[in-house]
């Protein structure tokens, strides 16, 4: 259970004559469920993998975590909420929404910090964006040919109206995230755990291991409109 911010009331502060009353704030509070759930992979793996191989044997962990992170990045980023997925940052309730229309990709993405900035008035952090789209975004270039952003190989990843950039396939094309940093906060039940055992159907027989990872986690929305959804990227 945690509390989400739907509105507050702007300009409260003001200043006050001595002896004067001092002016109230408002906010607007509900309370909301944000359940536990549950990420996990498993692979089977002989025990000569595991005994002759220990380096190869710790790669297989590494990927298998880093699969696991993975799978925890798109929950986020747009769980549908349907148990036993998270409800992510694209589909919650309560977030803004800038259409791109006949903008450009990074027009959209201003427009988007400006909606932030004039609506709850909290400067955008990230952008998230899928690869696809941050090309059109990369290429950009003005009437003179040179690119608006700098030499795209340059090994400077630039930001976007200062906000950080992070570029990810778990993104869904189309679709990107402007926010601050304080809409949402990952809650971790328990952190990634790898176990290996052999009680696994006929495994004792065959000489094979069954390695899971998994975790459990939730997403607290705090402030739903510190997010904004971008539609319609190119």
Do not use: C
Not at 18 to 36: I, R
Not at 66 to 90: C, F, Y
Not at 143 to 152: H, V
């Amino acid at each position: 259970m945690h509390y989400q911010v739907l509105s507050t009331g702007a300009a409260q502060a003001a200043a006050v004559a001595e002896g004067a009353a001092k002016p109230e704030a408002t906010v607007v509070l509900t309370q909301s469920v944000a359940p536990v759930r549950k990420l996990a992979v498993f692979l089977p793996i002989s025990d000569e993998a595991v005994l002759d191989g220990a380096a190869f044997f710790q790669d297989i962990l590494n990927d298998l975590t880093a699969d696991l992170v993975r799978a925890e990045n798109a929950q986020i980023l747009s769980g549908s909420g349907v148990a036993p997925n998270l409800e992510g940052l694209t589909v919650v309730a309560g977030t803004q929404t800038q259409a791109r229309g006949t903008d450009s990709n990074m027009d959209a993405v201003l427009k988007a910090q400006t909606k932030l900035r004039t609506g709850p008035f909290l400067e955008p952090t990230d952008v998230i964006l899928h690869p696809n789209n941050f090309e059109t975004v990369r290429l950009a270039k003005g009437s003179d040919g040179t690119y608006i952003l700098g030499n795209p190989l340059s090994q400077d990843r630039p930001s976007l109206g200062g906000a950080r950039l992070h570029i990810t396939t778990d993104m869904t094309a189309g679709t990107g995230l402007v926010m601050n940093s304080g809409g949402g906060t990952r809650l971790l039940r328990s952190d990634v755990r790898v176990e290996i055992a052999t009680e696994h159907g006929e495994f004792f027989r065959s000489n094979l291991r069954a390695i899971v990872a998994e975790e459990r986690l939730t997403l607290a929305v705090q402030r739903p409109s510190a997010i904004v959804k971008v539609t319609g990227l190119n």
